[in-house]
C-alpha cells in the first residue's frame, strides 16, 4: 500500500500545453510539499501545503499552480509548458515536528516531465 | 550562501570497506534537523538516517551513521561494510526550526554520487 503515490510517473509533452500531476497520501500527514529535481539532481522545494494551507510559495513562475482539495492531495497544474520545465517533480508528505517526532519527508516515485 | 554543501560529486569505494560521504551545513536556528537520504538509479528518495540539534549521541541505523560534529557545522554520512546496492546518489539535508516554527521543508545538498566497486 503506496505511502505517497503520484500520478503520472511519466509525462512527454509539447511547449504550450498544459498538464497536472496529481499526488495523493495515505500516512495522515499535515504537510504535503511539492519538490523539482533538475537535470544535475539537484532537489529544490517549489510549494509546501499545511492542512491545505498554502505555507511555501518558492520563487516559482506563476504558470506552476498548485492546489490541494484536503489534506490528503497536493496536486500540480503547469500551463504553457516550457523547454526548461522537464524535469522530475517529487511529491513529499511529513508529519508535524514535536513530542520527538523527526519530520522525515515521505516521498512519492517521481513525475518525470518532458517537454517536446 | 548554500546552506547545505556537499564537496564529493563523486566517490569511489570498495565493496565491504567503510566510506564517509561529507556534508556541511549553515544556520543559525539553534534547533534543526539533519537527514541523509538515498536515490538509487529507479528514483526514488529513501530516508536513511535523522540527527537533531540537540542529540546527544550521534545518531546509527544498521551500517549507516551520522559523524555530527556540531561546532564544525558537519553531518558526515558513514557507510560501513559498502555493498554494491549502496550505489546511488546520497542527499545531506537540512530542516531549520526558525526558533520553534518550523515549515518542515528539508534543504538540500547537491548530492555525492556513491559508487561500490566489486
Known amino acids: 500500500d503506496t505511502a505517497v503515490s503520484q500520478t503520472p510517473k511519466y509525462l512527454v509533452t509539447q511547449m504550450g500545453n498544459d498538464k497536472s500531476i496529481k499526488c495523493e497520501q495515505n500516512?495522515?500527514?499535515?504537510?504535503m510539499y511539492w519538490y523539482k529535481q533538475d537535470s544535475k539532481k539537484f532537489l529544490k522545494i517549489m510549494f509546501s501545503?499545511?492542512?491545505?494551507?498554502?505555507?511555501i510559495n518558492e520563487t516559482v513562475p506563476n504558470r506552476f499552480s498548485p492546489k490541494s482539495p484536503d489534506k490528503a492531495h497536493l496536486n500540480l497544474h503547469i500551463n504553457s509548458l516550457e523547454l526548461g520545465d522537464s524535469a522530475v517533480y517529487f511529491c513529499?508528505?511529513?508529519?508535524?515536528?514535536?513530542?520527538?517526532?523527526?519530520?522525515?519527508?515521505?516521498f512519492g516515485e517521481g513525475s518525470r516531465l518532458t517537454v517536446l | 550562501a548554500q546552506k547545505i554543501t556537499q564537496t564529493q560529486p563523486g566517490m569511489f569505494v570498495q565493496e565491504k570497506e567503510a566510506v564517509t560521504l561529507d556534508c556541511t551545513y549553515d544556520?543559525?536556528?539553534?534547533?534543526?534537523?539533519l537527514f541523509w537520504y538515498k536515490q538509487p538509479s529507479s528514483g526514488e528518495m529513501i530516508f536513511l538516517i535523522y540527527?537533531?540539534?540537540?542529540?546527544?549521541q550521534n545518531a546509527t541505523e544498521g551500517r549507516y551513521s551520522l559523524n555530527f560534529q556540531k561546532a564544525r557545522k558537519s553531518a558526515n554520512l558513514v557507510i560501513s561494510a559498502s555493498q554494491l546496492g549502496d550505489s546511488a546518489m546520497y542527499f545531506c539535508?537540512?530542516?531549520?526550526?526558525?526558533?520553534?516554527?518550523?515549515?518542515?521543508?528539508?534543504?538540500f545538498g547537491k548530492g555525492t554520487k556513491l559508487s561500490v566497486k566489486p
Open positions: 500516512l495522515g500527514h499535515d504537510t
Open positions: 544556520t543559525s536556528d539553534p534547533s534543526y534537523g
Open positions: 540527527q537533531g540539534s540537540y542529540d546527544q
Open positions: 501545503y499545511n492542512n491545505k494551507e498554502l505555507i
Open positions: 539535508a537540512m530542516r531549520e526550526d526558525y526558533y520553534g516554527g518550523s515549515q518542515g521543508n528539508l534543504i
Open positions: 513529499a508528505s511529513s508529519q508535524q515536528t514535536s513530542g520527538g517526532i523527526t519530520g522525515e519527508l515521505f
